[in-house]
DNA sequence: CCATCTTTGTGCACGCGTTCACAAAGACAT
DNA sequence: ATGTCTTTGTGAACGCGTGCACAAAGATGG
């Protein structure tokens, strides 16, 4: 039972690689703006600039969409949304429903972000009784027994979890159970799908920790400027007596890969 | 300038893979569960499990952080729990300032998963002067006028964008020469900013492209089961007219990668 | 019609990340 | 003490993603 990731192993979806994916929002944005400018055409140089990317990758990544572009002029941009949008699946509809409506599904249910690219709030749906028909953003949130008929009247295949975490893996398997294919996770837990099933997670906590992870080594690098090309800096956070490892019998040295605390057991 | 990502290039911190550290908060997160459970020790294979990964990918990671873990036995939780806390940087404090207390923001402000792991919400800023010393999450508010001062007399390095995406470089650029170096973005913009300086962010609406980009696929599939290895199934949205390419001149058939809209233009 | 100049599209090489598979290490029983 | 059994740690191979650099394509001017 794999649990977690869902992603095509490597059946590169249509030949488009998943990180060329990825990036297809990026420039449909940067190209929508250009677009409300009344901008006609657009180099690769500029689009890229736009987009926060490197030029090459930009055109590597058309490439894989087609021929579109001419050289010695650029890409037309009413066309290239056009495309884009297109093979994003935006031409559709896509109607979404939300589970969790307390602050953060609130936040979501009025985020404008969606009914700006065809995705449709279908429903808000929250399993407090309390909540049930008041209205969120102008949409009356329903009560979750119903969650299996609405997403079958509507043809939900999308939906949104922001509950808490204790709840969220239940919540992902009624979702799929009653036929959604993709869902969008912002509970902090690994979601277990089965095969078919798309996640994909925003962590708030994960991102904050990665952002620290580096901010600590920018610190530490500050106080010991130069000293080699490898010497690691170990941050003076090391005045915390470490917990020594439980089930040690013998003494063992631990080594770190730069030499790190060499298990002076408190216990 | 370098627009947008800001990574280290390849200067790999400390020898330690990008896409481990951002696996790290993954392992954190389940090992913290095993250990409010009182778990002693955990194999590589059932803690893959838990936070849904490979096990050798997982052994590998912590391979990067040194030889924790005893043959034969598996890994102490414990000693593992601040292992990995401690390379994250999250054995240390870290204030963070919110910028813009709308819908997110507030949400942001509420979530639990701040002050669970170091980080201390310094301070909510918002430039509405109505929402001013108004409270939220019990929180009172700022004015965006003091940003500097509250950044730095706190000692804030981190700084969380909700604003709308029409400010959100404005802010950027404030925080930044306030002194802060890490920022999570989550106004739909690419943001610029000095080398130095690490920007993640969180896009909503980028990440229900992706989802729609496979969905849509997954759709497509289906109707047209088996029919060559190539065949990529043009999906039926094809009944709205593409616009066609602008500056065109000549009639020089347009070739998608599966024989597209031969480029028919109607003006 | 030809020359020049701009910009695309892509072949190629390189580096990172993932996965396999196995030897080494240690726990545990006898 | 010795053997067996479990689980780690990692060498090696592979595949994906990125970026360089350039040839081909077409626009533009004379």
């Given at each position: 039972?794999?649990?977690?990731?869902?992603?095509?192993?490597?059946?590169?979806?249509?030949?488009?690689?998943?990180?060329?994916?990825?990036?297809?929002?990026?420039?449909?944005?940067?190209?929508?703006?250009?677009?409300?400018?009344?901008?006609?055409?657009?180099?690769?140089?500029?689009?890229?600039?736009?987009?926060?990317?490197?030029?090459?990758?930009?055109?590597?990544?058309?490439?894989?969409?087609?021929?579109?572009?001419?050289?010695?002029?650029?890409?037309?941009?009413?066309?290239?949304?056009?495309?884009?949008?297109?093979?994003?699946?935006?031409?559709?509809?896509?109607?979404?429903?939300?589970?969790?409506?307390?602050?953060?599904?609130?936040?979501?249910?009025?985020?404008?972000?969606?009914?700006?690219?065809?995705?449709?709030?279908?429903?808000?749906?929250?399993?407090?009784?309390?909540?049930?028909?008041?209205?969120?953003?102008?949409?009356?949130?329903?009560?979750?027994?119903?969650?299996?008929?609405?997403?079958?009247?509507?043809?939900?295949?999308?939906?949104?979890?922001?509950?808490?975490?204790?709840?969220a893996q239940q919540v992902c398997d009624r979702l799929v159970a009653a036929g959604v294919t993709s869902i969008l996770n912002f509970a902090p837990t690994v979601l277990s799908v089965p095969d078919g099933v798309d996640v994909r997670k925003v962590d708030l906590s994960i991102e904050l920790q990665i952002l620290a992870f580096h901010e600590q080594r920018k610190a530490g690098e500050e106080?010991?400027?130069?000293?080699?090309?490898?010497?690691?800096?170990?941050?003076?956070?090391?005045?915390?007596?470490?917990?020594?490892?439980?089930?040690?019998?013998?003494?063992?040295?631990?080594?770190?890969?730069?030499?790190?605390?060499?298990?002076?057991?408190?216990?």
């Open positions: 039972m794999a649990t977690g990731r869902t992603h095509r192993p490597a059946t590169r979806s249509r030949g488009i690689p998943e990180a060329t994916v990825a990036r297809l929002p990026l420039y449909l944005r940067a190209l929508t703006a250009l677009s409300e400018r009344s901008v006609p055409t657009v180099s690769s140089e500029e689009l890229a600039a736009a987009a926060g990317v490197n030029s090459a990758k930009l055109r590597k990544d058309f490439s894989y969409l087609g021929s579109y572009g001419t050289r010695g002029v650029g890409y037309d941009v009413e066309y290239l949304v056009y495309q884009i949008s297109r093979e994003l699946g935006l031409t559709q509809d896509w109607p979404v429903v939300i589970v969790g409506i307390g602050n953060l599904g609130a936040a979501l249910a009025g985020y404008g972000g969606f009914a700006s690219r065809g995705f449709r709030v279908a429903a808000l749906i929250d399993a407090d009784p309390a909540m049930t028909g008041k209205p969120v953003a102008g949409i009356p949130v329903q009560h979750s027994d119903d969650l299996e008929k609405i997403i079958n009247e509507d043809g939900v295949s999308i939906g949104v979890i922001a509950t808490p975490a204790g709840v106080t010991s400027a130069e000293e080699g090309p490898d010497a690691g800096a170990e941050p003076e956070a090391a005045a915390v007596a470490p917990p020594a490892p439980r089930g040690a019998t013998g003494s063992t040295g631990r080594k770190g890969p730069d030499g790190d605390v060499p298990a002076v057991m408190p216990a």
